[in-house]
Nanobody
Framework: SVHLEESGGDSVQAGDSLTLSCRHN?????FAWFRQGPGKQREWVAS????????EYADAVKGRFTISHDNSKYLLTLQMNDLKPEDTATYYC??????????????????????WGRGTQVTVSS
């Protein structure tokens, strides 16, 4: 498995923007962001294939968040715009050498991803 390290979490106001980054240390194929809000189960946010192709989003963030991956820098990012209080959560990046992110059934399943970061906190105040 690869090592993943997130950064960029912060406390912001509703309507603000924030970019999360996740650096990894080896070549792999599928990447995703998950989040876990207070008192909630961890949920899938977005996924992307190596190099940035096939981005997919949860309905709750579609149109506001953008996932991207730069394979030359081993860098996964999540650009978050128009943040809402309900976006408050710990955000985790995940990765896997398989191709689960290419499947509409698999991409949102935690078990498809074998490598996980420790998370970065995003707090959005109204």
């Amino acid at each position: 498995s690869v090592h993943l390290e997130e950064s960029g979490g912060d406390s912001v106001q509703a309507g603000d923007s924030l970019t999360l980054s996740c650096r990894h240390n080896d070549y792999t194929n599928c990447f995703a962001w998950f989040r876990q809000g207070p008192g909630k189960q961890r949920e899938w946010v977005a996924s992307v294939y190596r190099g940035g192709s096939r981005p997919e989003y949860a309905d709750a963030v579609k149109g506001r968040f953008t996932i991207s991956h730069d394979n030359s820098k081993y860098l996964l990012t999540l650009q978050m715009n128009d943040l809402k209080p309900e976006d408050t959560a710990t955000y985790y990046c995940a990765a896997d050498s398989g191709y689960g992110c290419m499947s509409s059934d698999a991409r949102a399943r935690e078990r498809e991803y074998t490598s996980w970061g420790r998370g970065t906190q995003v707090t959005v105040s109204s």
